[in-house]
C-alpha cells in the first residue's frame, strides 16, 4: 500500500528520480523501524515525499503538497513532525 500512493504522489508532483529514490527510502525505513505505526499508509507516503522534497531543497508550502497530495495541513505536519524528529535514521548512510 505505501508503494502505490507513493507512485501516486511521485506522479502527481513530478518529483525527480533522486527526490523519489530517497522518499521511498525514508518510508521503508519508517515502516521496517515501527516509526508512526499508527499511521495509515497514505500518510506516512505522503509525509515521506515531503521529508524527502525538503531535504532534496524543494521548498514547497504545506498547504499547495496537501492540495497536490489530497491530505490534510494538521495530519501532513503530525506525521512530518514524527518523521523529522527521527530523519538521521531514516536516510540512507551515504546520504550527504
Known amino acids: 500500500a505505501l508503494r502505490k500512493s507513493m507512485s501516486k504522489y511521485f506522479k502527481d508532483l513530478s518529483l525527480e528520480k533522486d527526490t523519489a529514490t530517497l522518499a521511498a527510502h525514508i518510508g ?23 521529508l524527502a522534497c525538503q531535504l532534496q531543497g524543494m521548498r514547497t508550502t504545506q498547504n499547495s503538497f496537501c492540495k497536490i497530495v489530497g491530505l490534510t495541513e494538521v495530519t501532513l505536519r503530525k506525521v512530518y513532525k514524527e518523521l523529522k524528529n527521527h530523519w538521521p535514521q531514516l536516510v540512507p548512510d551515504n546520504y550527504k
Not at 521503508?28 to 515531503?50: D, M
Open 28 to 50: 521503508n525505513q519508517a515502516v521496517k523501524r515501527h516509526l508512526c505505526y499508527r499511521r495509515n499508509s497514505s500518510s506516512l507516503s505522503a509525509a515521506s515525499v515531503y
